[in-house]
């Protein structure tokens, strides 16, 4: 597990190369959960994690992304907690920075087609809201359940487990994402 980002330092960024290099030659899976940003709370009243986390979320894995760590790391799969973030619902915003060369260097196969091989859980997440920009932008096999555990407790748990419930899913995605996926992940080592 890392987090989104370490005193202000994003997962793209260079002086982490290393460590997703190495990662990367163990064909790790890699679970990112939000943390608070070093900067202060621009709405100091809101709780960080309503607002502030899916936005780390959103910065870590556009750093990925334009970090080129995505392009080069392609046997190390990656988790993203709460859905990604705002990630569905900006994909677009965030792939037009490949109209500039030097982004575009740093996703040679494409923004949305890096943001599709990425894994999503479901933690805070199973409503329809969530739920239908994030299928519109990768597949329900790329989604597994999520608990935020421990830092949501049983009742968050239990509104995730009846929104997966009332989402429009066949009940093999349903079952997948409540167990396979995540199995299936983990088994996996031939990714290249």
Not at 147 to 152: L, T
Request: hydrophobic share 45%; proline share 6%; with cysteine.
């Amino acid at each position: 597990m890392l987090m989104t980002n370490y005193g202000g330092i994003y997962p793209g960024d260079i002086a982490l190369r290393p460590v997703f290099e190495e990662l990367d030659r163990r064909r790790a899976v890699v679970f990112f959960h939000p943390m608070a940003a070093i900067y202060a709370n621009p709405l100091p009243h809101i709780p960080a994690p309503s607002l502030e986390f899916p936005f780390e979320t959103t910065r870590a894995i556009t750093s990925l992304l334009y970090g080129g760590t995505l392009a080069r790391c392609r046997a190390a799969r990656f988790v993203f907690a709460h859905a990604g973030g705002a990630v569905p619902f900006l994909a677009l915003r965030i792939a037009r920075l490949t109209a500039r060369s030097e982004f575009a260097a740093c996703v040679p196969e494409g923004v949305l087609a890096e943001l599709r091989r990425l894994h999503f859980d479901t933690a805070l997440a199973a409503n329809e809201f969530a739920f239908g920009p994030l299928l519109r932008l990768t597949s329900a096999s790329n989604v597994m359940f999520g608990s935020d555990f421990p830092h949501a407790g049983e009742e968050t748990l239990a509104a995730t487990l009846r929104g997966l419930e009332g989402l429009e899913l066949t009940e093999i995605q349903r079952a997948d994402i409540k167990g396979r996926n995540a199995h299936r992940l983990c088994l996996r080592r031939d990714v290249r």
